[in-house]
Every structure is written in C-alpha cells, then in structure tokens.
C-alpha cells in the first residue's frame, strides 16, 4: 500500500485531502475519556475542547476521518453547506470503511462519533510569551448537522440530503489556510486504529513545509502537543517513535532523526509537493 501511494501522486488519483491548519497544531483525544474537557498546547498555543457530558468527547481515527473528508469537501465546493451523500453506506466508503452494523460495528460507532463532534465546541487561546499579548475565540465548528439517514438500512437512499453547517469562521479558517494531505495516508493509518499515527502524519507534513534549517523540537513540547494517557515521558517517547517508524513507511521523504533531547526536523518535502497542492 505505501509502495502503491509512492508511484503516483494523490491528485492524480483523485485522493488529494486538507485539513484545517489548526488541527494540524494541537490534536484530540486519542481514547475514550470520562470527562468532558480537554486541552492540548502548542507552545504559546493551547486548544480546549468541550462537549456535554451526556455525549461525550470525540476520541480516536474516527473524528480525524471526519474532520479531513469535512475539510475537504469544504475547499472543493467553496461552500460552509457540506452534504454528506444519500445514504449512510455511501458515506462510509467515502471515509474508507465499509459497513457493518452490530454493538461495535462501523454505523453505530461512526454515528456516536458524529454526535460527539457536532455537539463539541472548540476555544484557542494564544498568549505570547515575548510580548505578553494574548488572542482567543471560541466557535462550535459544526453549527447545523441535518441527518436522514436510517442506520438499519444503511444502503437505502433518504428522501433528503444529510448535511453540515460549517460556522463562517472555522470555514474561512479552512478556506485561507488549509494543510494539503494525502487521504490514502490517512485512511491507511486509520485502519491501523492509530490516532496517533495520524496526528504524527498531519503535523508533520504541515510542519516540513516551514522547516528552512535544521529544527529539533524538545520531547516534554511534543508530548504536550501529543498527549495521551503517559505519566513518564520515557512511556511517551516509545510509543511515539513506534508511530512515527509507521508513518515514515507512507511518508518517506520527512526526514527526521530522534535524539535525545527531542525530534530533529529537517528540511524535506511536504508528503504533498506544493504544485499539487491546488484544489
């Protein structure tokens, strides 16, 4: 599969993806959790996330899936109105899975994980630490969400589109500044049930492109950046460099070397060279 998405580029086999550039920077959680907030920082950056208790945070591939078909089809059709097909199995092969119902099939898990990232609502606040001035705004990101679809029928068509709402500013956040991706990488690293894979892949294809001179970032940053349930950084660098030898297998040109002292970046190609970056 990485051999097959080496030899021809994601334009030309119609799987170039975006991503909102702020997703890129600070990500969600990776696992299920039993609260309702959660915070990420990126150096002077930090994101919360907040959704009601009784529906939970979104966790895992299945919100990064959505997040990247969302923002994709946000930049294809220059519109905030996203529709998200006829039927509930259409849906799913635009995702890249395929459909099965039961307790812990693709219906119920991916509507649960629609729920829980349309009721969520996303705060950043960036407070420099050389100047000590400080922006923030919050936004629920997906205002409306209209679904038709009958989850025991997923192959039936509904009489009315399912569709999204995108808020103006996420949208116009999305429209200015999207980061280009490949979405057989990203597929491919969702079906290894990584959410940190693909963070390690949309971070860093994001980051390469600015990387001008031999950058490492410290291991205490990324594992603020990161998360996950570690409480030594040692427990963190392990599993993050096991993700990461994943993710080079797809992304061979990001050249980066681990150190001691944190991840060395050096100046490589974005995994989506900037000519073919253009919608």
Known sequence: ??????????????????????L??????????????????????????????EVGLPYGHYPRLLLSWITTEAVRTKSPDIVLGDSLSQFLRQLGLTSSGGRSGTVPRLRDHLRRLFCSSVSWNYKSSADNGEARYSIHPIETATLWWDPKNP??????????????????EIINRPVPIDMRILRA???ERSPLAIDIYTWLTYRLF?????????????????????????????FFLKRLKLVLQFYPDAKVEPLDSGLKLCPSWPSIPPKLSGP
């Open 210 to 238: 600015y990387v001008r001179s031999d950058t490492t970032v410290p291991w205490e940053a990324l594992a603020m950046q990161f998360g996950g349930d570690y409480t030594r950084l040692r427990d963190f660098k392990k």
């Open 189 to 191: 690293l969702a079906h």
């Open 24 to 53: 890129a920077q600070a990500t969600m959680p990776h696992a299920k959790l039993t609260t309702n907030e959660y915070q990420r920082r990126n150096g002077d950056l930090v994101i919360s996330i907040l959704s009601p208790s």
């Open 155 to 172: 192959e039936q068509p509904s009489l009315w589109k399912s569709r999204l709402g995108l808020n103006q500013r996420f949208f116009d």
């Open 1 to 22: 599969e990485a051999l097959a998405i080496e030899q021809a580029s994601a334009k030309e086999t119609g799987n170039l993806g975006y991503l909102a550039r702020i």
